[in-house]
């Protein structure tokens, strides 16, 4: 908590913490280009991929989403088809292009209907439209395909949250803590419990009280998934792996 008076204004943390050891984001171009061969023609789709990932990493978001979008034009294998969604979904963020980054993660749920990444990314573009409904459902979701990784069970419980079930969220939040001792994440399972102290603290406030403290939270478990889950994009068509 920030002071006595106004529990939990700030996120939990400042920087996103590992769940997995992720790898630094140039791992994702380095293995993506080296399946190229297999996946797209090995002309236009190779140069592509190749300048879509240098830009996104680059921070050339504009630029970035309209590369992404020739890629997903060209239509090309499925994998390489499904990486564009999600990363066009996740930029879209970036630029504040709200409506594009759902639909775009709608439209990778449909082509790829087993995908943790998927729904994950889906969940996170509802959040930032502040439809939780919305994001519930696509936690739920990931959270059945990925029960083993406890971030998706953070968002679903801020969802909760959110939508005014404070019991579901704390519900939520204990079978978190349960999945990060498993994994003896001690610093997530200590920022889960805080979580759980402060969604109780909210409950002799009105009921915007908590705006700010749900946004940053959720920006939070955003970050983290992109840094440290989705690092190498999403598994191959068919794995589904629980971490």
């Known amino acids: 908590m920030n002071n006595p008076t106004r529990p939990g204004t700030r996120p939990l943390s400042r920087k996103p913490r590992s769940q997995t050891g992720g790898k630094a984001l140039a791992a994702l171009a380095a293995a993506f280009l080296c399946l190229l061969p297999a996946f797209v023609g090995a002309d236009a789709g190779s140069e592509n991929l190749e300048q879509a990932l240098a830009l996104d990493r680059d921070g050339f978001h ?3 989403a309209a590369a992404w979008e020739t890629i997903i034009a060209a239509e090309p294998e499925k994998n390489i088809l499904l990486l564009a969604h999600l990363k066009l979904s996740s930029t ?8 594009q980054a759902v639909a775009t993660a709608q439209a990778a749920t449909r082509l790829a209907p087993a995908s943790y990444d998927a729904y994950f990314h889906l969940a996170n ?3 930032r439209q502040k439809d939780y409904t919305g994001s519930r459902t696509a936690f739920e979701k990931a959270v059945e395909l990925r029960p083993g990784e406890g971030l998706g069970f953070i968002g679903l419980a801020l969802s909760l949250f959110a939508g005014g079930d404070s019991a579901g969220a704390l519900k939520t939040l204990a079978d978190a803590k349960a999945v990060f001792k498993k994994k003896r994440n ?9 979580m ?3 969604i109780k603290g909210f409950a002799k406030y009105p009921p ?3 705006d700010l ?5 959720l920006r939070l478990v955003r970050e983290t998934y992109e ?3 989705f690092v190498d994009g999403p598994p191959l068509a068919g794995q589904n792996p629980s971490h």
């Open 227 to 229: 840094k440290t889950i």
């Open 62 to 64: 504009e630029d970035a």
């Open 196 to 198: 759980m102290q402060q």
């Open 92 to 99: 879209c963020l970036d630029i504040a292009r709200l409506d």
């Open 125 to 127: 573009a509802r959040s």
């Open 208 to 210: 915007n009280f908590a």
């Open 186 to 194: 001690i610093q997530w399972y200590q920022d889960t419990r805080i």
């Open 213 to 217: 403290w749900l946004e940053n939270n």
